[in-house]
């Protein structure tokens, strides 16, 4: 168990839809990455908060948004949804000092199924 | 564009055999790699990382080589168990927080007993 908690599970939806996946990091942690796997695309890097704060941006669709509220969970936030969309989303942590490295604490992931 | 690709996407070992996995790299300005593993319905997880300025590390069963003259990086895994099988990834950083991970597509690992 990684300590990060991500909900729901699975999810299915229809095109056009809104769906909010939830993240609660590790006890501790600032750090909340968010990260799509898909079966064409593979593991990509959507975005990362640190502390409340947006600090990065990767391939993250116009389409979609995230926050990280004051208790530091996060939410990604996936609109208008397309058949492409349909894949797992990986929230992680990572510990708040001791150097920036590279060791993410990965939840099971959220299902998401855009049909 | 630059990404991170594996050489193999299955590999078969028999149990207690060592296994290398293998995975190349386009970013020169990469300078810092991790591996990590994910087992079928689980998150990714950390195995080991290693930065530019080393050519070696070591863990528990398991070593990391990075050759920066041909931009490659290999995990190798000693004494390989049933409980190795999965997928692993590599994945490297070049710049900004170094959570942010470009990811290769993964090798599948299948230890036979």
């Known amino acids: 168990d990684s300590g990060v908690t991500q909900t729901p599970k699975h999810l299915i939806t229809a095109t056009g839809q809104r769906v909010t996946l939830r993240c609660s990091p590790r006890?501790?942690?600032?750090?909340v990455y968010w990260y799509q796997q898909s079966l064409d695309q593979g593991l990509q890097f959507l975005i990362q908060?640190?502390?409340?704060?947006?600090?990065a941006k990767g391939n993250i669709l116009e389409r979609f948004s995230a926050q990280q509220f004051p208790d530091l969970h996060s939410e990604l936030n996936l609109s208008s949804l397309e058949l492409g969309d349909s894949a797992l989303y990986f929230c992680?942590?990572?510990?708040?000092?001791?150097?920036?490295?590279?060791?993410?604490?990965f939840g099971e992931g959220s299902r998401l199924t855009v049909l | 564009g630059e990404s991170v690709g594996l050489h193999l996407p299955t590999l078969s070992v028999q149990e207690g055999d060592n296994s290398i996995i293998n995975c190349a790299y386009s970013?020169?300005?990469?300078?810092?790699f991790i591996w990590y593993k994910q087992e079928s319905g689980k998150g990714p997880q950390f195995i080991i990382d290693?930065?530019?300025?080393?050519d070696k590390r070591q863990g528990q069963r398991v070593t990391v080589l990075l050759n920066k003259t041909v931009k490659h990086l290999s995990l190798q895994i000693a004494a390989t168990q049933p409980g190795d099988s999965a997928v692993y990834f590599c994945?490297?950083?070049?710049?900004?927080?170094?959570?942010?991970?470009?990811f290769g597509k993964g090798t599948k690992l299948s230890v036979k007993p």
């Open positions: 992680a942590s990572s510990r708040p000092t001791g150097g920036d490295t590279g060791e993410l604490f």
């Open positions: 006890s501790g942690d600032l750090s």
């Open positions: 908060y640190y502390n409340g704060e947006e600090r």
């Open positions: 970013n020169s300005a990469s300078d810092y």
């Open positions: 290693i930065r530019s300025n080393m």
């Open positions: 994945a490297e950083n070049y710049g900004g927080s170094q959570g942010n991970l470009i």
